[in-house]
């Protein structure tokens, strides 16, 4: 974890007024980080710290591999269902073609998906908490 409360993020003069607000940019690291607040009073003392905000930042999306199907495959008969399955972080959600897939604790998954006669694209979307994505697309051909 990360701690900004010894930056001086910002100031903003307050004085006079009694309900005053201010915000300024505070820079994040990979990761937690803690920001806490300080306030000085006209004479430059100083306030105890406020309970720190927990802030998460996370700059890339989950990681997303797909083991089926393979881009580009045929798929024949088989009552027209192919098995997508991959892995991706323990924590992350996972969506085939925008319906939800249960992923497991050691982050693998595994969906049934029921395909159209001819061409069919499937979209596997991995998102963080912090809604960052990967997404991959599949192409699979259906006979009967």
């Known amino acids: 974890m990360q701690s900004v409360s010894k930056l001086c993020a910002g100031w903003a003069n307050t004085r006079g007024r009694s309900n005053s607000s201010f915000s300024t940019d505070v820079p994040l690291y990979e990761g937690e980080n803690s920001i ?13 710290p ?15 591999i797909i083991d089926s199907p393979e881009e580009n495959q045929e798929v024949r008969g088989n009552n027209g269902v192919v098995a997508v399955r991959g892995l991706t972080d323990s924590s992350a959600d996972i969506s085939v073609n925008g319906r939800w897939v249960l992923v497991k604790s050691d982050g693998s998954f595994t969906y049934e998906y029921r395909l159209s006669e001819g061409d069919n694209e499937i979209k596997i979307v991995a998102e963080d908490s912090a809604g960052n994505q990967s997404e991959t697309t599949r192409h699979v051909r259906y006979s009967k």
């Open 36 to 48: 806490t607040i300080v306030a000085l009073d006209e004479n430059d003392t100083k306030s105890q």
């Open 50 to 64: 406020s309970e720190p905000i927990i802030v998460s930042y996370v700059a890339d999306g989950p990681e997303l």
